[in-house]
């Protein structure tokens, strides 16, 4: 299994959110790789002054783990988006109403043109969350495919319970680009906990049938969903009426395939030779 959105955190902000704790979860699940993102600049201690080069430094004895940036929006796009690129992250994890950037202003648009050069994977939280609904209404995703044709976008929670329709119109809607849009599929299981974001296996059902199999990437959402939350999800996911490959597409064929990673399990096989 290699699973997305994996938020991590250093121990001086929250410590069952540290690389190690995570770890030791995918252990027991038997994850073999994940995508990390990278803090938001809100979450970091004083004594961390960069998220990026923070994870980067974390990220550097662990080749299983892919990284993924963060921006400030307080500060100019270009040197973040160059450095994150430097850094040798994949992509960059963006939460407008947490953030609080417009999802469609100008500072945005800049960072979108910059990652679509670069090559990098755009992870949205995409669900309501607290903000000025118009700044981060889904339908704004439509205009950024719209300018940024190249751009593969990961629409978190698919928009959740409100708004799921929606984002699959918007990946319906410019399949004529290519199949480089996702349906993420994270905290989309639990209707008392995550009511907002709930898709339920139902929702998730839609999402397959409407978009395909091959378009949609599960992730955990580590460290909101812990250990216990996390294997009820897989429970659900492993029991859904699918075939057998198509579950596997969810449980990381897809992030893989985007991500250009071997389906060969290479972590697994470096972790292999790496045990005397
Ligand atoms: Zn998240």
Redo the contacts with the bound molecule.
Sequence with gaps: MFVN?V?LLPAATRDDATPDAFLRMADTLGIEGAVC?APFTKQLPDSIANQNQWLANELSSRPHLVGYGTLDPDKPPRDQVKEITDLGFRGI?L?GPAQKFHLFGDWAREVYALMAEAGLVADF?LGVHWHRLQEYNPLLCDEIAHENPELRMVF?HVGGWAWYRQVLAIVVNNSHYGNHLYGGI?SVLDAENQKFWYLGPEGVADCRWQIGADRLIYGL?FP?NQQSQTEQELRIIRNLDWPAEDIDLLLGGNLKNLLGLPQDHPAQQQNDRETP
């Design positions: 959105h938020h993102f994890k939460h939280h978190e994270a959402d909101y």
